[in-house]
């Protein structure tokens, strides 16, 4: 599975792509809302872990616009 993690706390979003890939998981990770609808619109994600409050923008609302555009329709 290729999943997405958004999340502006560095640290966090390490850790969990650690553990994913660990599960054997393809992980990708963003920042920023912005970097996440790029990244979106390029590739197929199967799963998003989005932060709720992001410096860009809300992690909820970008999901709902990534599920409605791009590459990741069915996330």
């Known amino acids: 599975m290729q999943k997405l993690i958004l999340d502006d706390d560095r640290d966090l979003a390490a850790s969990l792509a650690a553990l994913t890939e660990k599960l054997g998981h393809a992980v990708t990770v963003a920042h920023d809302c912005e970097t996440a609808r790029t990244l979106a619109y390029s590739s197929a994600f199967d799963f998003i872990f989005a ?19 791009g590459a990741s329709q069915d996330v």
Do not use: I, M
């Open 51 to 69: 932060d709720v409050e992001l410096p860009d923008g809300d992690g909820r609302v970008a999901c709902e616009s990534l599920r409605s555009e």
